[in-house]
C-alpha cells in the first residue's frame, strides 16, 4: 500500500534560485512526486498542477517556467510536492 507524504521547499521575495532549482528537480527525477502546489503567505493556493507518472527532464523546463511563474505571484510563498512511497 502507498503512502502519502508531503515535501515542502520555503521560497522569500518569489525568487527561484540555483538551490531550489536543484531540490525541485531531484524530487521530480525521483519519480515519486504526484502533485505539486505553490501557496501564499496566507496558505491559498495560487497553482497546482498535477505531475504525471516519470516526468523526464526534458519536461523540467517548461514545468519550472510555470513554477516560477506562480512563484512570482506569490512573493513569499511555500512550494509542496506531494509524494507517494
Known amino acids: 500500500m502507498e503512502s502519502e507524504f508531503y515535501e515542502e521547499l520555503r521560497i522569500s521575495a518569489g525568487e527561484i ?3 531550489i532549482k536543484k531540490e525541485i528537480k531531484r524530487i521530480i527525477e525521483e519519480g515519486k512526486a504526484r502533485r505539486v502546489v505553490v501557496k501564499n503567505q496566507a496558505n491559498e493556493e495560487v497553482f497546482q498542477m498535477s505531475l504525471p507518472v516519470g516526468v ?3 519536461l523540467f523546463a517548461p514545468f519550472l517556467t510555470l513554477l516560477g511563474a506562480a512563484v512570482a505571484l506569490a ?3 511555500t512550494i509542496v510536492f ?3 512511497e
Do not use: G, P
Open 17 to 19: 534560485t540555483e538551490e
Open 56 to 58: 523526464v527532464a526534458v
Open 75 to 77: 512573493s513569499d510563498c
Open 82 to 84: 506531494e509524494r507517494k
